[in-house]
């Protein structure tokens, strides 16, 4: 099974949706770096279920248990190791799935690849849940980041049918990221984020479920990080990007679009501005032959509506072989959108300290 990330750094994610815990161990991190634990839990909360009318009403505290890596609050250098308890567990929601393979999810490919024995519940180890840890690892990373002066933000790009505005591709910057927290849906737009509430609700209501597109940026980013062919920054963002469950499609600067356009109209003319190289425009989103231009990175990612939804849907039943009809219970997000933000950065922070960490051995 593969959990594990990293070049030059290490990244194991372990757990089950609804079993004790899920955790990390994270090897790589700077020995002697002290994280403000205050700015790591904030950045879990927004990620942590039970937050507000439009998210799952399964509420977790996602308090981490440091188990090594830390001394007096500092990293120490070895293996950073911890776990986040799950305490609002509901196995018996889904003891049915077990045989009945819920549409949209991984019950059945799972129950094909690993047999009866395979821990389903919740999603298991495919759950959403296991972005908790993962957002724990981006959250360290962020701040090492932060001290060379790298940001990560996002917004919600569109829910349904609403749409925000995009980043300015030349301008973002940390203080866009900074007043998005203040929202309730992180949107450019505020009239967006009231569209993009009402049909959640309406979704909600009609006990069906909306997909959406987020949209990140990292700022402050050196040219020159990344490594053609497999390590291109494409390459590691997107692998983390597709360990979010119901991530399904990821593009870079104008992506898809650039594919109806000319070479002169997708093409980013180079300049000198305050004595740096730079782009004239940046339909690129910052990377050029897998390395990053020094211009802001800016990708999307899509997610397909949450597939667990209250409408009957027809399935199979594994034993008996047969079609059956199927109404899926329990809790879940009838969007799952807003809570993905903090996942999406912490996954391209993590991508972008292990190209960091490879760039270093250059310098």
């Known amino acids: 099974m593969g959990s594990s990330f990293g070049k030059n750094i290490s990244l194991s994610i372990f757990g089950e949706s609804h079993g004790p815990s899920i955790g990390l161990v994270l090897e790589g991190l700077p020995a002697g770096f002290r994280p403000d634990w205050?700015?790591?839990?904030?950045?879990?909360?927004?990620?942590?279920?039970?937050?507000?009318?439009?998210?799952?009403?399964?509420?977790?505290?996602?308090?981490?248990?440091?188990?090594?890596?830390?001394?007096?609050?500092?990293?120490?250098?070895?293996?950073?190791?911890?776990?986040?308890?799950?305490?609002?567990?509901?196995?018996?929601?889904?003891?049915?799935?077990?045989?009945?393979?819920r549409p949209g999810h991984s019950d059945y490919t799972s129950w094909v690849k690993y047999g009866p024995a395979a821990e389903r519940s919740g999603g298991g180890h495919a759950s959403g849940r296991l972005t908790a840890p993962l957002c724990l690892a981006g959250a360290l990373c962020l701040q090492i980041?932060?001290?060379?002066?790298?940001?990560?933000?996002?917004?919600?790009?569109?829910?349904?049918?609403?749409?925000?505005?995009?980043?300015?591709p030349l301008q973002v910057n940390p203080a866009d990221f900074a007043a998005l927290l203040s929202r309730p849906l992180p949107?450019?737009?505020?009239?967006?984020?009231?569209?993009?509430?009402?049909?959640?609700?309406?979704?909600?209501?009609?006990?069906?479920?909306?997909?959406?597109?987020?949209?990140?940026?990292?700022?402050?980013?050196?040219?020159?990080?990344?490594?053609?062919?497999?390590?291109?920054?494409?390459?590691?963002?997107?692998?983390?990007?597709?360990?979010?469950?119901?991530?399904?499609?990821?593009?870079?600067?104008?992506?898809?679009?650039?594919?109806?356009?000319?070479?002169?109209?997708?093409?980013?003319?180079?300049?000198?501005?305050?004595g740096q190289i730079r782009t004239a425009a940046n339909r690129h989103g910052g990377i050029l032959g897998g390395i990053t231009s020094g211009m802001p990175l800016i990708f999307r990612a899509a997610f397909k509506p949450t597939p667990s939804i209250a409408k009957e849907q027809g399935s199979v039943s594994l034993s008996r072989r047969e079609q059956v009809r199927l109404q899926v219970e329990g809790r879940h997000d009838p969007c799952i959108v807003p809570r993905a933000l903090p996942c999406v950065e912490a996954a391209a922070a993590i991508a972008v300290y292990d190209a960091w960490l490879e760039q270093k051995k250059y310098l």
């Open 145 to 168: 980041l932060a001290e060379q002066g790298i940001a990560v933000g996002s917004h919600i790009e569109r829910i349904g049918q609403a749409e925000d505005r995009r980043f300015s």
């Open 38 to 101: 205050r700015l790591v839990d904030a950045f879990l909360q927004r990620r942590a279920p039970g937050r507000g009318e439009l998210a799952t009403p399964r509420r977790e505290a996602d308090s981490i248990e440091i188990l090594s890596g830390v001394k007096e609050g500092v990293l120490c250098g070895t293996p950073f190791a911890a776990i986040i308890r799950n305490t609002n567990v509901r196995r018996e929601d889904y003891q049915r799935l077990n045989d009945i393979p």
């Open 187 to 274: 949107v450019l737009d505020e009239a967006a984020g009231d569209e993009m509430a009402w049909q959640i609700a309406a979704a909600a209501a009609a006990g069906d479920s909306l997909g959406g597109v987020v949209e990140c940026a990292v700022t402050g980013l050196p040219a020159g990080l990344g490594d053609p062919i497999f390590d291109g920054m494409e390459n590691r963002i997107s692998q983390l990007i597709f360990a979010i469950p119901a991530v399904k499609g990821v593009e870079f600067g104008n992506g898809f679009a650039a594919a109806g356009l000319t070479g002169s109209a997708n093409n980013d003319d180079f300049i000198i501005a305050a």
